[in-house]
């Protein structure tokens, strides 16, 4: 994770980083969405971009209230 941008429960928040690959992306996303603490979760695949050897993403969530 590079950075997590946090505005409060209910609020968009957005999480960028680095992952080595495209399944591991995937399964984070999915850890996320099956977490009760987060609603909303999104990958927009514009946002996935080959980085280091890796892919770099960004996530779109909310925190649930």
Do not use: C, M, W, Y
């Not at 996320?32 to 779109?60: C, E, H, K, M």
């Amino acid at each position: 994770i590079d950075t997590l941008h946090l505005q409060g429960s209910g609020s968009p928040a957005t999480l960028s980083g680095e992952v080595k690959s495209r399944d591991q992306l995937l399964n984070f996303k999915n850890a996320l969405a099956a977490d009760q603490v987060f609603d909303s979760v999104n990958l927009p695949l514009s946002d996935i971009q080959p980085r280091n050897g890796g892919l770099s993403f960004t996530i779109n969530f909310a925190l649930k209230e």
